[in-house]
C-alpha cells in the first residue's frame, strides 16, 4: 500500500488533498503534517512513497523541508511535489528543481492534475527503487561471486565485463584490483592503465581526496558499512581531467585476510542534462504562457476599442435620425447592432477563458436578491424567445433568495445558459425554474424543449471551444466558449452544475450549491398548496 506525506500547515488544504486522494485511490495510506519539522521527522519515521509539501509555511518554509530531505541519506530519494501559490515566480520553482523537488502543483489543487501528478511520482519511486534494488543485489552478487572466485572465476569476468555499469574493485589498501570495460568507457583508463593504481589518485578530484579516503576507511570498519546497500551521488574525474556525476553503489568482501570493496558507478551526465534540459523548457513554457496572455490582451484591445466606437456611433445615428431613415437603412443599422454585439461578446469570452487559464480571473462577491435577479435576466431576452415565438417563464417557488456572489459571473453563466436555450430550441418552451430541493437548498433549472444533446458530446460539454457540430456549414453560430466559461463561473463560487438531456428531446442544466447568504433558508420556502399559485411567470 502507497504512503502519502501532505504537509501544509493550513489544516483545510490538508483535508481538501486527503479527501482527493482518498476518493481515488481508497487503500492509499495518507500521513499529515502541519509544519516543516513535523514532516521531516515523519518522513524520516513512515519512509512515504510520496511528500505533498506546501511552499509557504510559516517558520520553515518548503525549500528548507526539500532542502533537508535531499540531503537525508533516508530521504533523499522520495518523490517532492510542491503546492505553490498563483503568485510565485519562475524563479522560484527553479529554485525548487534545484533543490530536488520533482515537480509543482498550483493551488487551489485540480483534483485530476493532483491525481496524475501522484501517480506519476508513484512510478517514478517504484521505478527508483526497483533500480537501486537491482544494483543493490547486483552489488551483493559480485561480492559473494568473489569471495569463491577460483571456482568461478571465468563466469565472474564474464559479468563483470559484460556489465553495462563500470565496475571497480580495490583492496584494503585502495589499489584497483578489478577495472571492467564499462570503466574503461566511463574514466578513459585502459584496464592496464588502472591495475594496481590507486583508487583516489585515478578517479576521485583532489579536492574530494580527503573525504572519500575517510569515507572509504569508516566503511571498512562497519560491521556492515555505513553505505551498504545505499546509492551515492559523487563526482568523478575522467583521464582528460574532466568531472562529471556519478551513481556509485558499494559493497564490499573478504578474499583470505584481505578485504575488497566492490563499487558499481553509473554516469549520471546525460540524466543531469536532461533535468536541466527539463528545468530549461519549463522556463520557456512559462514565458509562452506569458507571451500568449499578453497578445491575447492586446488583440482584445485593438478589436474592442474601434468596436465600441462603431457600435456608439451606430446607435448615435439611430437615436438622432432613426425618424429620418428609411426602413431598409434602419435594418442595416440594426444588423451592425446586432453583429457588433456578437463580435463583442465573442472577445470578451475569448479574453475570459484565457484569463480562466492564467488564473488570473478576479470576482467580487456581493450580496444580491436571486430572485430579481433572475426575474431581470428572463427579461433581458425576453425579446430573442419572442422573435422564435418561443414560450420564455421564470417560476420562482423560493420567494426571496439572497446569495453573496459577483454579479457579472452569475449574469454571464445564466446568459450563457439562456441565449443556448433559445438559439438551440426551434419550438416550444425555456423555463427558469428558482426552487428548493429536499434539503431545503436553492436550485436553479434552465429547462427547454429543443434539439437536446448527444451523449458523446456530453462527456466534452464543459471543454473551451467544443461543439457538437464543427464547420462552416453548422447551423448554429458560437465558438464553443459559453458552457465553458459557465462552469468557470460556478466554480468560482463553489456552485455545480449539471445537464440532464437526450438527443431531440429537450435539455435542462440544473445549478446547485450556490452561495446563500444567512438570511435565505428553509423559512423562505413557500408552502406546498401555494407553490404553483405564486410561481411568477413571464
Known amino acids: 500500500m502507497s504512503k502519502i506525506l501532505i504537509v501544509d500547515d493550513k489544516k483545510d488544504n490538508v483535508t481538501a488533498i486527503s479527501a482527493i486522494l482518498k476518493m ?88 485530476g492534475e493532483l491525481i496524475a501528478q501522484i501517480s506519476v511520482l508513484l512510478r517514478m519511486k517504484q521505478a527508483e527503487d526497483a533500480l537501486r534494488d537491482e544494483n543493490i543485489h547486483l552489488a551483493q552478487r559480485i561480492a559473494e561471486r568473489t569471495r569463491t572466485l577460483e571456482e568461478s572465476e571465468e563466469r565472474y569476468r564474464s559479468l563483470i565485463h559484460t556489465a553495462s555499469d563500470a565496475i571497480i574493485c580495490a583492496d584494503e589498501k585502495s589499489v584497483i584490483t578489478v577495472w571492467n570495460n564499462a570503466a574503461v568507457k566511463m574514466f578513459g583508463y585502459e584496464t592496464e592503465e588502472a591495475i594496481g593504481k590507486k583508487l583516489h589518485d585515478l578517479i576521485v578530484p583532489k579536492r574530494f581526496h580527503n573525504q572519500s579516503w575517510f569515507g572509504l576507511d569508516q566503511f571498512r570498519k562497519s560491521d556492515t558499512g555505513a553505505d551498504f546497500g545505499r546509492t551515492l551521488e559523487v563526482i568523478g574525474r575522467r583521464k582528460n581531467g574532466e568531472e562529471f556525476p556519478i551513481e556509485l553503489s558499494v559493497s564490499k568482501y573478504h578474499s583470505g585476510d584481505s578485504l575488497h570493496v566492490t563499487g558499481i558507478l553509473r554516469d549520471l551526465t546525460e540524466r543531469k542534462a536532461l533535468e536541466e534540459e527539463l528545468v530549461s523548457a519549463k522556463e520557456k513554457a512559462e514565458r509562452a504562457d506569458k507571451l500568449k496572455d499578453a497578445f491575447i490582451a492586446n488583440v482584445s484591445h485593438e478589436v474592442r476599442t474601434p468596436l465600441n466606437i462603431i457600435l456608439g456611433f451606430t446607435d448615435l445615428i439611430q437615436t438622432q435620425f ?32 484565457a484569463r480562466f487559464e492564467a488564473g488570473d480571473f478576479k470576482i467580487s462577491p456581493k450580496e444580491f436578491n436571486l430572485s430579481d435577479f433572475l426575474s431581470r435576466m428572463v427579461n433581458e431576452y425576453k425579446h430573442l424567445a419572442e422573435n422564435k415565438r418561443l414560450d420564455l417563464a ?33 419550438q416550444g418552451s425555456v423555463h427558469v425554474h428558482l426552487y428548493f430541493d429536499q434539503k431545503a437548498n436553492p436550485c436553479i433549472d434552465v429547462k427547454d424543449t429543443g434539439i437536446g444533446i448527444s451523449g458523446e458530446y456530453m462527456k466534452r460539454i464543459y471543454e473551451p471551444y467544443t461543439q457538437e457540430e464543427f464547420g462552416y456549414s453548422r447551423p448554429f453560430e458560437g465558438i464553443g466558449l459559453g458552457l465553458a466559461l459557465v462552469k468557470r463561473y460556478l466554480d468560482l463560487h463553489g456552485a455545480s452544475i449539471s445537464v440532464n438531456s437526450r438527443k431531440g428531446a429537450g435539455t435542462t442544466f440544473t445549478i446547485k450549491d450556490l452561495p446563500v447568504t444567512m438570511n435565505a433558508g428553509k423559512n423562505q420556502q413557500l408552502p406546498h398548496s401555494e407553490t404553483m399559485a405564486n410561481g411568477e411567470i413571464l
Open 24 to 111: 481515488e485511490r481508497p487503500h492509499i495510506d495518507i500521513i499529515t503534517a502541519y509544519s516543516g519539522q513535523d514532516g521531516i521527522m515523519k518522513a524520516q519515521h513512515e519512509a512515504p512513497d510520496v511528500v505533498v509539501l506546501d511552499i509557504h509555511m510559516p517558520g520553515m518554509d518548503g525549500f528548507e523541508v526539500c532542502t533537508r530531505l535531499k540531503t537525508d541519506d533516508s530521504t533523499k530519494h522520495i518523490p517532492i511535489l510542491f503546492l505553490t501559490a498563483r503568485r510565485t515566480s519562475p524563479r522560484d520553482r527553479v529554485k525548487g528543481l534545484e533543490l530536488g523537488g520533482d515537480a509543482f502543483l498550483t493551488k487551489p489543487v485540480d483534483q
Open 394 to 426: 421564470f417560476i420562482n417557488e423560493c420567494g426571496n433568495v439572497s446569495i453573496l456572489a459577483d454579479s457579472y459571473c452569475f449574469s454571464q453563466a445564466l446568459g450563457n445558459l439562456l441565449d443556448n436555450a433559445i438559439k438551440f430550441t426551434l
Open 322 to 353: 432613426g425618424d429620418l431613415l428609411p426602413p431598409s437603412v434602419d435594418e442595416y443599422f440594426t444588423s451592425i447592432q446586432d453583429s457588433g454585439q456578437r463580435l463583442m461578446k465573442t472577445v470578451d469570452s475569448i479574453l475570459n477563458i
